[in-house]
């Protein structure tokens, strides 16, 4: 798929309404999209429910489940198994709580229990049989898929001073990343003897955040990580090749090559990277803002802002996610209680 070379729109394409409160997070389910499997999205809100949208032979996107009963308080993330069965939503009621989808329902199937307060976040590692959650309570839990679809926690990491705002598992290999309203990026990896420890910590004097970091992606090939921050910047991360799954090496460390500034005069809340390689944005200006690399030749790597959506929302822009099949939707979620689904368009003259 080649990337328009023209100047580029966001062309929203529809507003989803259903939420009774602000939405948090959005989750497009991996496995569908292609192969005559519609597109799946998962969002959650403050109104303590899960929706599941699907998009029909028309291309618009109804929703076909409301996921209640799970969460007493806000459902604050959700994340997708990579096999796309299983959807994990954490909530401020301290728990995480996995669904299966079975025929056209979601069953909660399990209730993940031991955070001292607020659930932040939840990601599923590559193969699935790992989820990692983070909380207000300070700690990242790893927890293991058992048989029966049980799950175990099998490492409590301590180690941020404050709230971690999101985790978010290495595309490819076991190695985790979690960021904090202290202001650092924390690499956490398996020691070879089921152990897990952190093993790089990002932080200003690194070239890292000086306030609160709310969110991370990876690129697809997983050497490069971008993160936002209270700061109002975007920073790129660059670790120089990624060992192989095998290895018990530590992870290469991480080193800042790249600052995006002065694109958003508010909180950058979401940062999303396609398989394309458009970084997308999302914040409290209520702007979504898309950035790529430039392929001109330079003395390190270059990124520049391609276009800003002003008034993308009414509200904050709180999660932009965009799809995996189809690197040129992208989903917002905001503040004022609306997903929007919008298309990367090439502006023609």
Known sequence: M?????????????SLEGHNDRVWSLAWNPASGAAGVPAMLASCSGDKTARIWKQGPSGSFDCMAVLEDAHTRTVRSCAWSPCGKLLATTSFDATTAIWEHIGSDFECISTLEGHENEVKSVSWNASGSLIATCSRDKSV????????????????????????????????????????????????????????????????????????????????????????????????????????????????????????????DRTIFSVNWSREGVIASGAADDAICLFVESKEKMDGPFFSLVMKKEKAHAMDVNSVQWNPKNPRILASASDDGTIKIWELAEISG
């Open 2 to 14: 080649e990337f328009p070379k023209g100047e580029l729109d966001l062309r929203e394409m529809q």
């Open 141 to 264: 839990w790893i927890w293991e898929m058992q048989s029966g679809k049980e799950f175990e926690c099998v490492s409590v990491l301590q180690g941020h001073t404050q709230d971690v705002k999101m985790v978010q598992w290495h595309p490819l290999i076991d190695v985790l990343v979690s960021v904090s309203y202290d202001s650092t990026i924390k690499v956490w990896a398996e020691d070879g003897d089921d152990d897990w420890h952190c093993v790089q910590t990002i932080d200003e004097a690194c070239s890292g955040h000086s306030s609160t970091v709310w969110a991370l992606s990876f690129n697809e090939s997983g050497d490069r990580m971008v993160t936002c921050s209270d700061d109002l910047t975007l920073k790129i991360w660059d670790t120089s090749g990624t060992p192989s799954e095998s290895s018990d090496d530590v992870p290469r460390p991480w080193r800042h090559v790249y600052t995006l500034s002065g694109f958003h």
